[in-house]
């Protein structure tokens, strides 16, 4: 599977972005599918996450009420709604395959990456 994130940005704080990330070579549609983001001189952290039917999704504390996870299997995609933009968002952003059709916060169970999207919000 190859990933293609999109919609990264210059935004200013308070604005928003919609990510967006393509999978292409084979369906995601049974595997949960997530998003990562590492800021510059820190690991890479779980942001979102959202099973293969869209049911179930999970949230890093930090973006609870502001981000919202969604998918398209007819499109074989995902999105990432983000409003309220911090500067402490600041990061590239990936998007990620699981092995598994529900999601984890944890980066081991993916096993597909993309290529990462740059978020800067300036303040």
């Known amino acids: 599977v190859q990933l293609q994130a999109s919609g990264g940005g210059l935004v200013q704080a308070g604005g928003s972005l919609r990510l967006s990330c393509g999978a292409s070579?084979?369906?995601?549609?049974?595997?949960?599918l997530a998003w990562f983001r590492q800021a510059p001189g820190k690991e890479r952290e779980f942001v979102s996450a959202?099973?293969?039917?869209?049911?179930?999704?999970h949230y890093a504390d930090s973006v609870k009420g502001r981000f919202t996870i969604s998918r398209d299997n007819a499109k074989n995609a995902v999105y990432l709604q983000m409003n309220s933009l911090k500067p402490e968002d600041t990061a590239v952003y990936y998007c990620?395959?699981?092995?598994?059709?529900?999601?984890?916060?944890?980066?081991?169970?993916?096993?597909?990456w993309g290529q990462g999207t740059l978020v800067t919000v300036s303040s």
């Open positions: 990620a395959v699981s092995r598994f059709a529900t999601p984890s916060t944890q980066p081991g169970p993916y096993n597909y």
């Open positions: 070579g084979r369906t995601a549609s049974n595997n949960a």
């Open positions: 959202v099973s293969w039917n869209g049911i179930i999704t």
